[in-house]
Each structure stands twice: as C-alpha cells, then as structure tokens.
T-cell receptor, first 114, second 110 residues
Framework: NAGVTQTPKFRVLKTGQSMTLLCAQD?????MYWYRQDPGMGLRLIHY???????AKGEVPDGYNVSRLKKQNFLLGLESAAPSQTSVYFC?????????????FGPGTRLLVL | GESVGLHLPTLSVQEGDNSIINCAYS??????FIWYKQESGKGPQFIID?????DKRQGQRVTVLLNKTVKHLSLQIAATQPGDSAVYFC?????????FGKGTLLTVNP
C-alpha cells in the first residue's frame, strides 16, 4: 500500500513550456485534490475531484487543468508555464469528506519555472 | 472570501515543555477543523480533528480546543519532543473543501 504518490519529484521548466503532474492513490479514494504551497501562504486548493470523471475548480485554478479519467489517478496540467507557478504542488486524497476522515497527502512536486 | 489564519508564525520551546499553537478562523459555517503537521520536505500529515459542536478533543499527547465564540482554535502538545519540530497548519472544512492557515513553525530545543 503506497498511499499517495506523485510524479515527478522535481522539475525545472522554461516559461511557456507545458507539463503534467501525476498523482496516484491506491486506497480506492473517491476524492482527490491538487494544492500548491508557497512560502507564507499555506496550502491553496487548485482543483479537486469528487469521483472518476469529475473535476471542479478550487481557490486558484487559473493556468491549470486537471483530468480524472481513472479513479486512482488525478493529473494536473500546466499548458503554458509562468514563473508565478513556481511552487510546491501537493496531491491529496480521501475516501469521503467528513469529520474523522482525513486527507492523505503525497510527498509533493517541486516545480521551478524560469 | 473566508480565511483561516494563525496568530504566531514561529514558536520555540524546550524539550519536555508543553506547546500551544493558535489559529483564528472566520467562516462560522465550517463544520469541522483539522490540525496537520508538516515536516521539512514532506506532505502534511493529519494530527487531530474536531467537530464544530465540540469544545475539546484529545489524542495521544495532543489536545485541540475550539472556541466558537471568538472563532479560535488551538493545538496543545504535551511534553514536546524534538520529533515534534515541524510546521503546523490548521484547516477548516466547509462545502467539502479544506481551507488552510499559513502555518506555525514549531522548533523544539534539546
């Protein structure tokens, strides 16, 4: 049981390049989330999914797209990277959203956009 | 929009002392609150949560207090150990989404 895994761990992009971050969970969770973490800002929700084939916008969705074609995977795409997207990205998943049910986080992906 | 904030960005304590980390929230509709611990280079890890109709909840060495009158949340860590050194985040749940505070860095001195 690997929990939540993220690929890649670190990436450097040039402005305008595109990339996809992959999140995978093996806990059969319905809910999956993408957050970004910037210094002094805490974690901010980018997009989330409440089940296979569904996605929804979070607090800071601009410049990102997501897909949830398979229940265990949640992909975060940057079509045209900007320096403002330099951040640490965390994926999380949970079975349901309720008291007593926690979100499990992946180890993070560090992205540097030059 | 609503936000969750922390009173103190850093806290330094001696090993063995008790630690208290505070958090203010503004969304009165939040139905539960969670504390997370994040060690350097790792993702956040769940510590304890509390429902909005509770005042206090205890775990192993940790206690969370909720004061809805002043919209304040605190995390108490008993007998703080070096392994407790991390950033601690409070988060509130509303409409099936979590909103995180900015975090408090806890440093435990041996």
């Amino acid at each position: 049981n690997a929990g939540v895994t993220q690929t890649p761990k670190f990436r450097v992009l040039k402005t305008g390049q595109s990339m996809t971050l992959l999140c995978a969970q093996d806990m059969n969770h319905e809910y999956m989330y993408w957050y970004r973490q910037d210094p002094g800002m805490g974690l901010r929700l980018i997009h989330y999914s409440v089940g296979e084939g569904t996605t929804a916008k979070g607090e800071v969705p601009d410049g990102y797209n997501v897909s949830r074609l398979k229940k265990q995977n949640f992909l975060l795409g940057l079509e045209s990277a900007a320096p403002s997207q330099t951040s640490v990205y965390f994926c999380a998943s949970s079975y349901i959203v309720a008291f007593g049910e926690t979100q499990y986080f992946g180890p993070g992906t560090r992205l540097l956009v030059l | 929009g609503e936000s969750v904030g922390l009173h103190l960005p850093t806290l330094s304590v001696q090993e063995g002392d008790n630690s208290i980390i505070n958090c203010a929230y503004s969304n009165s509709a939040s139905d539960y609150f969670i504390w997370y611990k994040q060690e350097s280079g790792k993702g956040p890890q769940f510590i304890i949560d509390i429902r909005s109709n509770m005042d206090k909840r205890q775990g192993q060495r940790v206690t969370v207090l909720l004061n809805k009158t002043v919209k304040h949340l605190s995390l108490q860590i008993a007998a703080t150990q070096p392994g407790d050194s991390a950033v601690y985040f409070c988060a509130e749940n509303s409409n099936y989404k979590l909103t995180f505070g900015k975090g408090t860095l806890l440093t435990v001195n041996p």
